[in-house]
């Protein structure tokens, strides 16, 4: 099956994140792709980095989640849309994982907030996989992907064959420009990407903003740790791969010894 990663540009407005999310979801659709992935917090759009999303409540964020299910079910394919959550009185940075008939079927918190986020969302505190035509996955957002294999592991050993990573490395302000996707000068990203899905034989599929100065290119590595298919850096688009589910075993995964180190004392 295809798979699909969006690279957009960074949204002057939730109006203008939706126009690029229907273009690039068709884009998805006109290859085949059964799901797509857009980057963290996409609507409204990532607070930082030199980056000032759009004021945005509850039902305004709510209206854009509705109209993207429409764009699902209008192009038949399933989305993993970033965005705020308002609830219970506290916001979080979720996944909401939208099926191709344009039903909610829920969504995943970032429960790793970087530090840097502390003031910004609450952080969640549960794990879930989810299925989309025979294709098992989980989610897990920037930092907590990049800082703490585990939540991967976790994914990888309940069955997942992949796990998808929306995030945010860059600017439009100031940085440079990678020339080779993986080099030994590029910010450590993208050799984090290889090593999710190598530890834990599984497919990783990471998705990152077309920025001016990107830090990494969205990606979808094999379980062996092959880079089937990467994002050119700075343009916008969509990354598409066949991918094997059968080939994501989670063997190595499955071989940690968790015991070992419930209650350990270094």
């Not at 959550?85 to 829920?106: C, F």
């Not at 969205?218 to 990354?239: K, W």
Request: charged content about 20%; aromatic content about 10%.
């Amino acid at each position: 099956m295809k798979i699909a990663l969006a690279s957009p540009p960074y949204p002057k407005s939730i109006a203008d994140g939706l126009y690029w999310i229907e273009k690039l979801v068709k884009d998805a659709a006109l290859q085949g792709a059964v799901i797509v992935c857009f980057p963290e917090s996409y609507l409204p759009g990532y607070p930082g980095l030199g980056f000032v999303p759009e004021e945005a409540g509850a039902e305004k964020l709510q209206d854009a989640l509705n109209k993207v299910c429409e764009i699902a079910k209008d192009n038949s394919i399933a989305i993993i849309m970033p965005m705020d959550l308002y609830k219970d009185d506290r916001i979080y940075n979720v996944a909401q994982v939208i099926g191709k008939e344009g039903e909610v079927l829920g969504y995943q918190t970032k429960n790793q907030l970087d530090p840097s986020e502390d003031d910004i969302w609450s952080p969640g505190t549960k794990r879930q996989l989810f299925e989309v035509d025979g294709l098992k996955f989980g989610l897990t957002i920037c930092h907590e992907g990049f800082r703490y294999p585990e939540s991967v592991r976790w994914a990888a050993q309940q069955g997942a064959h992949l796990v998808f990573h929306p995030h945010l490395a860059g600017s439009d302000i100031e940085g440079t420009v990678p020339t080779e996707w993986g080099s030994m000068n590029n910010p450590y990203y993208e050799k984090a990407m290889m090593m999710r899905a190598l530890e834990n034989t599984i497919y990783f599929a990471s998705c990152n903003y077309a920025t001016k100065y990107p830090e990494s290119a969205s990606s979808i590595i094999a379980p062996n740790g092959e880079v089937l298919a990467h994002a050119p850096y700075t343009e916008v688009g969509v990354t598409v791969a066949d991918i094997g589910p059968d080939k994501a075993t989670g063997y190595l995964a499955k071989r940690f010894k968790n015991r070992l180190y419930n209650g350990a004392v270094i």
